[in-house]
């Protein structure tokens, strides 16, 4: 069967090996597969198109014998039979001493799947709840090291990075932090639920990290309810925690400074429009990722062609 996309992307199948609980709110889900020694990748904030099983399927039903015709096959496949896709960020990647691919890590937020959550889960959350061993999924992603799915692309003369991410993009934003050499001056920022969600980063690099809690957040800030959880009537970019917090720190000297934030949509452009207006970042040199967004599931956004 092809599994062929678009070079350099293609179709992978793969299988749980193990899972790792590594917060309150994060599930590290570790994957093999027979053909994922042609994955390839340098890493970073590297996105992915990961296809899960419907409760009841042993296997993601993708149409991957359309080839770069998939897309249109899997939206034409009834939605009661179609696997779920949803967009996720490699964590890492394992390889043998021929340079093949042989595990990948893919961190997962868990969303209303704790007892008597006010939300529902959605169905990757319940899918990285329950994932164990052998468990089956199917994986879009890159069979060249560079490309275009990596966004984080500091230009050489970058002499500050500047990165604020919240817990969806908490594993990209780690990844990078492995990869900035020793010394790279860097100020984050890492907003996360609960105080328990704090996975300390592994870096060389001269960061200044700090972490944004919304369960620390005053009972009555802007924007949240006493619950910590966004008020229903605030706007899409009413994003107090973040936003404060970035406006009123003292960034370190730089000439030539370069920005990565990413997150949810509406925090994203607000924190865009602070470092683009008032701190006068060149916005050629602010890379801005929106990963969701408030109110809308993934199904909706991409109905709405975003």
């Given at each position: 069967?092809?599994?062929?996309?678009?070079?350099?992307?293609?179709?992978?199948?793969?299988?749980?090996?193990?899972?790792?609980?590594?917060?309150?709110?994060?599930?590290?889900?570790?994957?093999?597969?027979?053909?994922?020694?042609?994955?390839?990748?340098?890493?970073?904030?590297?996105?992915?198109?990961?296809?899960?099983?419907?409760?009841?399927?042993?296997?993601?039903?993708?149409?991957?014998?359309?080839?770069?015709?998939?897309?249109?096959?899997?939206?034409?496949?009834?939605?009661?039979?179609?696997?779920?896709?949803?967009?996720?960020?490699?964590?890492?990647?394992?390889?043998?001493?021929?340079?093949?691919?042989?595990?990948?890590?893919?961190?997962?937020?868990?969303?209303?799947?704790?007892?008597?959550?006010?939300?529902?889960?959605?169905?990757?959350?319940?899918?990285?709840?329950?994932?164990?061993?052998?468990?089956?999924?199917?994986?879009?992603?890159?069979?060249?090291?560079?490309?275009?799915?990596?966004?984080?692309?500091?230009?050489?003369?970058?002499?500050?990075?500047?990165?604020?991410?919240?817990?969806?993009?908490?594993?990209?934003?780690?990844?990078?932090?492995?990869?900035?050499?020793?010394?790279?001056?860097?100020?984050?920022?890492?907003?996360?639920?609960?105080?328990?969600?704090?996975?300390?980063?592994?870096?060389?690099?001269?960061?200044?990290?700090?972490?944004?809690?919304?369960?620390?957040?005053?009972?009555?800030?802007?924007?949240?309810?006493?619950?910590?959880?966004?008020?229903?009537?605030?706007?899409?970019?009413?994003?107090?925690?973040?936003?404060?917090?970035?406006?009123?720190?003292?960034?370190?000297?730089a000439q030539a400074p370069y920005a990565w934030i990413a997150g949810e949509s509406g925090c994203v452009k607000a924190l865009r429009r602070h470092l683009v207006r008032e701190r006068e970042i060149d916005r050629r040199r602010v890379t801005f990722v929106g990963y969701w967004r408030r109110g809308l599931s993934e199904e909706q956004l991409r109905e709405r062609g975003e």
């Open positions: 069967m092809p599994t062929a996309v678009a070079a350099p992307f293609r179709f992978f199948t793969l299988q749980v090996t193990r899972t790792r609980r590594l917060s309150p709110s994060l599930v590290r889900v570790t994957f093999t597969g027979p053909d994922l020694h042609a994955f390839a990748s340098n890493g970073q904030d590297q996105s992915l198109s990961l296809f899960l099983p419907l409760p009841g399927q042993q296997t993601p039903v993708v149409p991957m014998e359309y080839g770069e015709g998939w897309r249109q096959a899997w939206i034409d496949t009834p939605e009661d039979v179609r696997a779920v896709m949803r967009s996720y960020t490699l964590r890492a990647l394992r390889q043998d001493a021929n340079g093949a691919t042989t595990e990948i890590d893919i961190d997962f937020v868990l969303h209303g799947t704790e007892p008597g959550a006010a939300t529902p889960a959605g169905p990757a959350s319940r899918w990285a709840a329950d994932a164990k061993s052998g468990d089956r999924a199917v994986l879009l992603g890159p069979s060249v090291a560079d490309n275009t799915a990596i966004r984080f692309r500091p230009p050489a003369d970058a002499d500050l990075i500047v990165i604020w991410a919240d817990e969806t993009a908490l594993p990209a934003a780690s990844a990078i932090l492995e990869t900035l050499p020793a010394g790279t001056k860097a100020r984050v920022w890492l907003e996360v639920p609960h105080t328990g969600d704090r996975v300390k980063p592994t870096t060389s690099a001269d960061a200044e990290i700090t972490w944004l809690v919304r369960d620390e957040a005053p009972a009555d800030a802007p924007g949240e309810d006493r619950d910590g959880a966004p008020e229903a009537a605030a706007p899409p970019e009413a994003t107090p925690l973040a936003l404060e917090a970035i406006r009123t720190a003292q960034l370190p000297s």
